[in-house]
């Protein structure tokens, strides 16, 4: 098993920045990538953006490209998520997941492709 705590969360607004982090516990040798998704009121939950652990690489949704950015301590088991220029449509529930798929070196994009999901951060931009 693989737990995930995210923190970082708050109010902040239009045009500041927050970073969210989340720390990776027990069996993190099977986690090969790391992604934030992200679920406002009413809405299903997206893809933010992804990494993966040991090359690093980034994928990033359209909606955040420029203004978002994704890092990992590999020595912490942790990943950031830098968060700058916020809108009010940004303003969501924030979840970090942890994808076990080693045999691949594409990010993961979909929800069915992570495993375990931590319990989310709230993340709010007031105009």
């Known amino acids: 098993q693989v737990q995930l705590v995210e923190s970082g969360g708050g109010l902040v607004q239009a045009g500041g920045s927050l970073r969210l982090s989340c720390a990776a516990s027990g069996r993190t040798a099977s986690v090969y990538g790391m992604g934030w998704f992200r679920q406002a009121p009413g809405k299903e939950r997206e893809f933010v953006a992804g990494?993966?652990?040991?090359?690093?690489?980034?994928y990033y949704a359209d909606s955040v490209v420029g203004r978002f950015s994704i890092s990992r301590d590999n020595a912490k088991n942790t990943v950031y998520l830098q968060m700058n220029s916020l809108k009010p449509e940004d303003t969501a529930v924030y979840y970090c997941a942890a994808d076990r798929r080693p045999w691949t070196r594409t990010i993961a994009t979909t929800r069915d492709q992570y495993d375990y999901w931590g319990q989310g951060t709230q993340v709010t931009v007031s105009s």
């Open positions: 990494i993966r652990w040991l090359r690093g690489s980034t």
